[in-house]
């Protein structure tokens, strides 16, 4: 079981790795320079507080800063972390052969929903692209949809350019587009005990073609209500606590099962030790969280708009064909009026009739 958070006191990570300021070294590096103290006075109290929290060692950094992020799963410094996460979610055993640049077509807006994302090149030839997303958007399966056939595309002109007339499609490889989610969508939720959904396209007679994309969500939240008073056994699971929880008993609990994780911490806690790069970095994701709140907001009031404007014209629907039901109801009643007067003419008609006779 996971360690009881009464037994482990805050700010006890120091005890762990000495290199943690204390609260007051942080303030005081804070409070030397101008510039980081103007920063410092930019945020509001409750971020103060939880940048303080972090650095003091209360509580764990958020490893999917995108600046933590990128720090530690460097493919150029350090590929055999980002291979270990991969070969466990693939479930084969995979090596990084080159860090791609991120020339994705994508609008900039929509980059900016991102915290991180990576794209690798693995020796195999195939790509893997790695997005964490603070807030997963509407519509997920329709984007990654795109961005995967984007890297696709991307990946066919470069084999192509290589190889000239000796190109063949065989020399295509699988595009791999993992997503984490710090927060996921709605759709995921419906889907409370699972953590890891997998997709790939396949034929409703079993025929078996390689078409080349594959999907990994990971949706982080969901992993973390699964692992409540629940202990870590599994590497992957070890992998998904580094990314999600900042709790110093979950961390205590991270590196003493696996204590390959403890100079992940390390670094991170040195990193720290830069004060203006750090305080940079949490400025930028602070920014980054309000802008992308700002059009999840969007996202999710542009699905409403949509959906009301369903309704409405659904009801437009419905009251046209009222309508016609109300028009071919009054015609029936003109046609029966029609009748009801011929059938009175001709009972008048024989009343004179009879009149006439009896008269």
Sequence with gaps: MAQNSQNIAPGSLSKYFPEIYSRKQVLQIIHSQKNLNALFQSWNPQDQETFLDCCSGSRGMKVLYDGIFKEIFNPEAAPERLEDLLSLLFQKKVKIDSVLPNDSV??????????????????????SNIEIQKIGYAFPGQRCACYSADHLLRQYKRVRGAQGKQFHYRNIKSVYTIIFFEQSPKEF????????????QQSNTGLTLNLLQEYYFIPLDIFRKNMDNKSITSDLEAWLSFLSF???????????RYPRFRALYQD??????????????????????????????????QEQIDQKQLEITEMDAQISQQKVQIHQQVSQINQQVTRINQQEAQINQQEAQINQQEA
């Design 268 to 301: 991170i806690y040195e990193l720290c030790q830069n004060m203006e790069k750090v305080m940079n970095m949490y400025s930028k994701e602070l920014l980054e969280l309000d802008h992308n709140t700002v059009l999840y907001m969007i996202d999710e009031m």
């Design 106 to 127: 994508r609008l900039g807006a929509e980059s900016s929903l991102l915290y991180t994302d990576i794209i690798v090149q693995l020796e195999d030839g195939s790509l």
């Design 189 to 200: 939720h419906d889907y409370p005990d699972h953590w890891l959904h997998i997709f790939r």
């Design 246 to 256: 900042d709790e110093p008993e979950r961390i205590v609990e991270l590196f003493t």
